[in-house]
């Protein structure tokens, strides 16, 4: 799994963004990074790869695409 991951600095909160269009995330991600929230970022594409990233390292906030498959 190699999901993007945008880090702020000390990362004071952990955040997951999930959309099926790829590019959407990552810029959804990037535009959150540049404003050094102090907020580490990671972007995944579908629902089992969130679930993945999550059981990995629980996240404190989620924002998903309201229609995917």
Same mark, same amino acid.
């Given at each position: 799994?190699?999901? @993007?991951?945008?880090? *702020?600095? %000390?990362?004071? !909160?952990?955040? =997951?963004?999930? $959309? $099926?269009? @790829?590019? *959407?995330? &990552?810029?959804? #991600?990037? #535009?959150? #990074? !540049? =404003? $050094? =929230?102090?907020? /580490?970022? %990671? *972007?995944?594409?579908?629902? /089992? %790869?969130?679930? /993945?990233?999550?059981?990995? &390292? @629980?996240?404190?906030? =989620?924002? *998903? $695409? !309201?229609?995917? @498959?």
């Amino acid at each position: 799994m190699n999901a @993007p991951h945008f880090s *702020t600095g %000390q990362a004071a !909160m952990r955040l =997951l963004i999930v $959309d $099926d269009h @790829p590019n *959407t995330a &990552k810029t959804l #991600a990037r #535009a959150l #990074a !540049m =404003l $050094d =929230l102090g907020i /580490e970022i %990671q *972007t995944a594409d579908c629902g /089992e %790869q969130a679930l /993945e990233l999550i059981n990995l &390292k @629980p996240v404190d906030l =989620l924002i *998903t $695409d !309201m229609v995917m @498959p």
